[in-house]
């Protein structure tokens, strides 16, 4: 499954292949056509962390979440998430503070 959502800045793509169990989220600032895989955003993290247990592999860009109906969890509340215009707008703060450390490419196409 994927599904791309336009914030005020950036661009995002979801992708959960549920015959995989992989999860991941990326990320395009608009302005300058850069992208980044942010899964592993502290944010990210913190509002995300309870649909993950040890027993996942939960990489640095990538999760491998082991069970179908934790990560159709995972992909339902991201969904919900990426509809609220609050939480948005302070991810978009948090990727800019992300942005400007560098680390940010040009080779993700959303």
Same mark, same amino acid.
């Given at each position: 499954? %994927?599904k791309? @959502?336009?914030? =005020?800045?950036? *661009?995002?793509l979801i992708v *959960? !292949? &549920? %015959? *995989?169990?992989? @999860?991941e989220?990326q990320s395009?600032y608009?302005? $300058?056509? /850069?992208s980044?895989?942010?899964?592993? +955003? #502290?944010y +990210? &993290?913190?509002e &995300?962390?309870?649909y993950?247990?040890k #027993?996942d592999?939960? $990489?640095e860009?990538t999760?491998?979440?082991?069970?179908?109906?934790?990560l159709?969890k +995972?992909w339902?509340?991201?969904n919900e &998430? =990426?509809?609220?215009?609050?939480?948005?707008?302070y991810l %978009?703060?948090?990727l800019d %503070? !992300? /942005? *400007?450390?560098?680390?940010?490419?040009?080779?993700?196409? +959303?």
């Amino acid at each position: 499954m %994927e599904k791309k @959502f336009i914030g =005020f800045k950036y *661009a995002y793509l979801i992708v *959960a !292949d &549920l %015959e *995989a169990f992989y @999860f991941e989220i990326q990320s395009k600032y608009i302005d $300058e056509n /850069r992208s980044s895989t942010i899964t592993n +955003l #502290n944010y +990210l &993290l913190s509002e &995300l962390g309870n649909y993950y247990t040890k #027993n996942d592999e939960v $990489e640095e860009s990538t999760w491998i979440i082991k069970s179908n109906i934790r990560l159709r969890k +995972l992909w339902q509340i991201t969904n919900e &998430l =990426f509809n609220d215009n609050g939480f948005i707008k302070y991810l %978009e703060e948090k990727l800019d %503070e !992300d /942005r *400007a450390c560098g680390g940010w490419n040009s080779y993700i196409n +959303l």
